[in-house]
């Protein structure tokens, strides 16, 4: 079990890395990329429908298109870690960025399906550099727990605001295409920083690598902790997709408005800025993490049933309950740096959870559209959905023990 001085040492080592850059730097550079990370992937789901219409896509392509996001950031995610160890983490991110920033601005100005879906592609493989390699750079640089905390606001904040504004910007300009350019000009605002730092990086290699001093050797495959933690975060990852690509319409079925299926889809996404502003530190203190992993599954459960009996009753309630049990990502990634002690360690585990984690949830939404084309309505979707609370919940359990992934290698 982690012990006090074993923590003051872990705080001790990253001290000297911190003291290059101030905080207010950091944290700005945190903000600039945390809040990137995801309008790319969200921002589809309440602009579904316009999208499938102004392109011709068909139902297959728009299943993909749903599902590509959890795949491209398993793929693409896979390769971070050796594109950091050839060009340097804050390089590899500044690469990601500008990337995703082509990829996002290139896809609004195509009027063919399988082009758009390419871009689409260019540019969620840009974002999945910075979701592995983020974790990392944080876990060298210091102040982890205030940066972690910033961090996972800042992903969730990113989610929330693209479903929030994409329709009303998609309606106030009256074209797709200004809601879904808006997160590429956005992508691009993070670029001067991230350049700054990679550049600065390369003047003193030394400062800042993925392999510090003598990381511990390992498979991943062989730690408990970074197994469970890999399939906590993948079945969440894939409700987050599914919640990004589908839920609006699900709303929107049940005879929701556009908009008002967006602002609900918002309100599912905001309840995690509180979690993300509290998890990091309540993960460092170690307390109450196996009641909050359960709390986690009931509330998933309950929210995908509350959509499959009454689903524009009380549409409000079941996005809170599914916002709540959303909080299982921030804690995920908060247990990245919170489960090693060497920054290297932080890279490898970030480089296989969230890789392997998306490949299992890319297929998530991809299924939710083939069943419910075979089916006709929600009802089978739901159910299988609130299942999934059952390995959601047992994962959980399972790293809310205080073990660091560098002991188990």
Known sequence: MPRADDRADDRARAAPRASGLGLGVLVAAVVLVSVNLRPGASSIGPVLEEVRVGLGMGAEVAGALTGVPGLVFGLAGALAVGLARKVGISAGIAFGLAVAAAGLLLRVTVDDAPLFLLLTVVGLAGLAVGNVLVPAWIKARGHTVALMTVYGTGLVVGATFATLVTAPVTEAAGSWRAGLGTWGILAAVALPLWGWLALRERRSPAEHRVSGDAPPDGRMIHSPTAVALTVLFGVQSMHAYVQFGWVPQIYRDAGISASHAGALQALLSSVGIAGALVLPTVIDRGR?????????????????????????????????????????????????????????VTAQLSGFVQPVGYALAAIGPFLVGLVHDATGDWTLVLVLLALTAVPLTLAGVRVARATYVDDEL
């Not at 992993?293 to 409000?316: D, E, I, N, Q, R």
């Open 288 to 344: 109450g993490l196996r009641a909050l992993a359960v709390s986690f599954g009931v509330l998933l459960a309950g929210g995908y049933t509350g959509l499959l009996l009454a689903p524009a009753t009380t549409p409000w309630l079941w996005a809170l309950m599914l916002g709540y049990a959303g909080l299982a990502f921030p804690t995920s990634i908060a247990l990245i740096t919170a489960r090693t002690r060497h920054p290297s």
